[in-house]
Nanobody, 116 residues
Framework: QVQLVESGGGLVQPGGSLRLSCTIS????????MGWYRQAPGKQRELVAL???????NYVDSVKGRFTISRNDAGNAVYLQMNNLKPEDTAVYYC??????????WGQGTQVTVSS
């Protein structure tokens, strides 16, 4: 079992920055990829950023150059640095972890609101 707990959401003005954190506990050695998803009201959940165990990363086009996914050395935390935030980035952001057995774990979500 793996448990994920997000933090770092909030209200920010357009052009501002936020850093989301996701703490992972449990069977972290089984995790092969971690990512951040988001879901805006009335929209489907979408993948924002992904980091594989090997260090490869992938981003949705709309956040490339503005968001960065990273992990701590211990491998028990993953971060999403979000810069130059736009109103369309407003959503609930979820941390996700995928195991070597293709099982997915989810955090509870953290709200990010970009508004003046």
């Amino acid at each position: 079992q793996v448990q994920l707990v997000e933090s770092g959401g909030g209200l920010v003005q357009p052009g501002g920055s936020l850093r989301l954190s996701c703490t992972i506990s449990g069977s972290i050695l089984s995790i092969v990829a971690m990512g951040w998803y988001r879901q805006a009201p009335g929209k489907q959940r979408e993948l924002v950023a992904l980091r594989t165990r090997g260090g490869g990363t992938n981003y949705v086009d709309s956040v490339k150059g503005r968001f960065t996914i990273s992990r701590n050395d211990a491998g028990n935390a993953v971060y999403l640095q979000m810069n130059n935030l736009k109103p369309e980035d407003t959503a609930v952001y979820y941390c996700n972890a995928r195991s070597e057995y293709n099982y997915e774990y989810w955090g509870q979500g953290t709200q990010v609101t970009v508004s003046s």
